[in-house]
């Protein structure tokens, strides 16, 4: 067997039948290789005089541009493409509440008021003897706004803690609105505008804060009003959820908008029976990147993968239709399609793909393109093949934390707060906290430096939340059930014990990203870990970043406190000017800043150096892993060195946590 550029064995499994006639991104990851230059960020390709490379002895490009000036800007227009996209992936929520509200959209309703309302709050409108509807109009419209207003500033920075708006105010980088944020960005990277490293960088944070504070955090807002506030729940997770006596549906792209109505469908009697006729068992649905989590956060429905699974989903033969909207589709998707049976439908006015069918879908008959959907899906079943390969590859998972279900699990509806964990943090049986999120990327091996980083960090008794590709992966190796805490340190364990919960907690998608921001500052304004988020002891890390929606992230999270470590090798990395202005240089101004580095025990390093370095700051206890060895379970396993865990029956570990050694 060739060697595999993926941790997950179904994905192992898939490509080697796939091998010398099923193309994949695996094997175009091998003859595509990528260029040095471009790569470091040194390549300018802005004007016709262009493309300008900064090589060896070329310093200037023939505008005279520096290597700082070029790898700045083109970080900046990467930053612009990642907000637009999860900005418009906002927009488009907040269109759909405009329709609800209206009582236009088919098939939508408001599903969790308490949300509308205090979402009404931190926009400023009232809420008192007025109707659900007539809220959710006023809050729609004000949301809409925020992306083209054209005075005032962002109304969720608010949302931050004190300190940090005064610094995004001082610091000259407090967005205006999502749109106007980004056309400048775009605007002053343009041919002979910004030639500034340091100051093109500062308004890729201001765009990036906009996306952060602004599109994602209303995308994710208005998700829970319309779709319900995600609280745990159970699913499976990888390729062996496909079913070989169903109508398999897989899910892929990013709005939650179509897929809930989907959802909804696959249970509609009239589809059910319809499938039966078909000779199918039952309508199956599964999902494939953030789409997936969307789904999997409010419904339980199984994710098949992440990213670099899309292709090998098609590849099993079992897929009836692949339904995808916008980001993060291969359009390789075609062609794998072509050599089965699956149809590939595209549904966003936004995104068609060459060889796909284009099953437009319409908010104001939501249900009725989502039944036309599934009803495709059912009149291909009896075309699939007489064979398919579905791996019998599955794990459980739990997910579903939401920043309102963290603060309602320490401690009731009566007592919710961030005061336990912040005590936990305090005392040093949680030594910090680590969000560990994006993508999966073609250049590395898939899920391996994320579940190697995850598993080193409980270890270490530092709590984990995880979101998009990376959660997906977290979930394919059995870290989101809640007994993989017999892994996780002492302290850790018994925190997780004590409230009932896995030691790496699924917050969502990547717009879901904000809630980490939330909880970053409920953290903050607590009381106890300092007053803004660069005293906590927490990191960022995005092990196998691909999309630029992930370089936007980074750079919300730096401006907004965080550490943030990147694995691969740096697309700044052509000018050491920009390394430190991204690093040094936004620590000092933002207390929060990013570093790239390729090799995982070196992200794991610096990640708990700086943590440790956090509690010293804040004079917290020194963790010490065996302070808290002699209480909870640790004096059980103690007292039974010898015995085996699972002689223990402590955990339910009658099954290797891990399946692929990574
Ligand atoms: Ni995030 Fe989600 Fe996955 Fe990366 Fe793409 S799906 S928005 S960008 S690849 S994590
Ligand atoms: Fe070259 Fe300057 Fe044009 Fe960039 S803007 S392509 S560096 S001439």
């Known amino acids: 067997m060739p ?54 002895t070329t310093t200037r490009g023939v505008c005279g541009a520096t290597a700082a000036t070029i790898a700045a800007r083109n970080f900046a227009r990467s930053v612009a493409g990642g907000a637009a996209a999860h900005s418009d992936h906002g927009r488009g929520m907040a269109q759909t509440l405009v329709a609800v509200a209206k009582g236009e959209a088919q098939g939508y309703r408001i599903r969790d008021e308490v949300k509308l309302r205090s979402v009404a709050g931190y926009l400023g409108i009232k809420t008192d003897g007025r109707s659900v509807n007539d809220i959710a109009l006023d809050v729609a419209e004000t949301a809409l706004a925020e992306f083209g207003k054209s005075s005032g500033e962002i109304a969720y920075l608010t949302r931050a803690t004190p300190i940090r708006q005064e610094i995004w105010h001082k610091e000259k980088v407090a967005p ?10 775009m605007h002053r990277t343009s041919m002979g505008v910004d030639q500034d490293a340091e100051h093109i960088l500062d308004q890729a944070l201001c765009a990036a804060l906009a996306d952060g504070w602004g599109g994602s955090m209303l995308a994710t807002d208005i998700s829970d009003i319309l779709f319900g506030t995600p609280t745990p729940l ?119 793909i060459e060889g796909a069918e284009h099953i437009e879908f319409d908010e104001h008959h939501a249900y009725d393109s989502a039944k036309n ?32 279900y ?28 680590a969000a560990v999120v994006g ?24 709590l984990v939340a995880v979101t998009g590709c990376a959660a997906t992966g977290a979930a394919k190796y059995g870290f989101l059930r809640p007994e993989f805490m017999a892994e996780a340190g002492a302290g850790l ?17 990547c717009v879901d990203n904000s809630r980490i921001l939330t909880i970053l500052t409920e953290c903050s304004t607590e009381g106890g870990l300092g007053d803004d988020v660069p005293a906590l002891p927490a990191v960022g890390i995005c092990p196998e970043y691909m999309s630029e929606k992930a370089l ?34 936004w620590m000092k101004r933002f207390g929060g800043g990013i570093e790239l580095a390729p090799d995982s025990d070196e992200l794991i390093m610096k990640a708990l150096e700086h943590i440790d370095e956090k509690r010293r700051e804040l004079n917290l206890t020194e963790y010490d892993p065996k302070r808290y060895g002699t209480s909870g379970d640790r004096t059980l396993e103690e007292l039974f060195e010898d015995v085996d865990e699972a002689a223990l029956g402590l955990y339910s570990v009658n099954h290797e946590p891990v399946k692929s050694e990574v």
């Open 406 to 433: 963290i603060r309602y699990m320490q401690g009731g509806l009566y007592r919710g707060s961030f005061r336990p964990l912040n005590d936990a943090i305090a005392q040093g049986r949680i030594r910090g906290l």
């Open 176 to 185: 205006r609105s999502v749109d106007r944020e980004i056309v400048e960005l």
């Open 493 to 509: 364990r018994e925190v997780c014990e004590a409230i009932g919960i896995p030691p790496v907690l699924h917050v969502g998608s």
């Open 234 to 352: 159970q699913a499976q997770v990888n390729l062996g959820v496909l079913k070989d006596d169903e109508v398999n549906i897989v899910l892929h792209g990013h709005e939650p908008t179509l897929s809930e109505m989907i959802v909804a469908a696959s249970s509609d009697p009239e589809l059910l029976d319809y499938a039966k006729s078909k000779g199918a068992n039952g309508i199956n649905l599964a999902g494939i990147c953030c789409t997936a989590n969307e789904v999997l956060m409010r419904h339980g429905i199984s994710p098949a993968g992440n990213f670099l699974s899309q292709e090998l989903a098609v590849a099993t033969g079992a897929v009836e239709a692949m339904v995808v909207d916008v980001q993060c589709i291969m359009q390789a998707l075609a062609d794998v399609a072509s050599r089965f049976h699956t149809k590939l439908i595209t549904t966003s006015p936004k995104a068609k």
């Open 373 to 404: 959907i599934v009803r495709t899906a059912i009149d291909n079943y009896p075309n699939r093949g007489a064979t398919t390969k579905i791996p019998q590859t599955d794990e459980a998972l739990v997910a579903g934390f939401s920043h309102e």
């Open 3 to 56: 060697e595999r550029m993926t941790a997950d064995s179904a994905a192992c499994e898939v490509l080697d039948y796939c091998e010398g006639t099923i193309e994949t991104a695996f094997d175009r990851a091998v003859s595509v290789k990528p260029c040095a230059i471009g790569g470091r960020g040194i390549c300018c390709r802005v004007c016709a005089m262009g493309p300008c490379r900064i090589t060896g």
């Open 439 to 462: 993508c999966n990327n073609a250049r590395v091996a898939q899920d391996a430096p994320t579940v190697k980083i995850i598993r080193e960090l409980i270890r270490n008794d530092v």
């Open 552 to 585: 936007a992230i980074g750079a919300y999270c730096a401006a907004s406190g965080a550490y943030v470590l990147f694995g691969l090798p740096s697309p700044v990395g052509g000018s050491a000017e920009v390394v430190n202005i991204m690093l040094d240089g």
